[in-house]
């Protein structure tokens, strides 16, 4: 199982920045990929952007140019700095990850709880 646990959101004025985090912990293999997808009521969750194991990286349309995500060098928590928000940035973030349990074994998809991110002046 892998535990994941978010931080960094808020309430932030048009164009400002807020930096989210997301830590993953507990049993597995390895990490195959880390990423942030996003959720406003009503709407479908949408990948905002993911890294996988070799940092390879793809964003939505929508953020290219203003969000960038990393990893740290033990590859297990991951960044997403997000700069010039906008309000329709509003939305509830979810971290995610795919990990295997063993070698061989295909990746299961997990999810942190979300944190909110609100862009308004």
């Known amino acids: 199982q892998v535990q994941l646990v978010e931080s960094g959101g808020g309430l932030v004025q048009p164009g400002g920045s807020l930096r989210l985090s997301c830590a993953a912990s507990?049993?597995?293999?390895?990490?195959?990929?880390m990423g942030w997808y996003r959720q406003d009521p009503g709407k479908q969750r949408e990948l905002v952007a993911r890294?996988?194991?070799?940092?390879?990286?793809n964003y939505a349309d929508s953020v290219k140019g203003r969000f960038t995500i990393s990893r740290d060098n033990a590859k297990t928590t991951v960044h997403l700095q997000m700069n010039n928000l906008k309000p329709e940035d509003t939305a509830v973030y979810y971290c995610?990850?795919?990990?295997?349990?063993?070698?061989?074994?295909?990746?299961?998809?997990?999810w942190g709880s979300g944190t909110q991110v609100t862009v308004s002046s």
């Open positions: 995610n990850v795919e990990a295997s349990q063993s070698l061989g074994q295909s990746p299961k998809t997990y």
């Open positions: 507990g049993s597995f293999f390895s990490i195959v990929f």
């Open positions: 890294i996988s194991n070799v940092d390879n990286t």
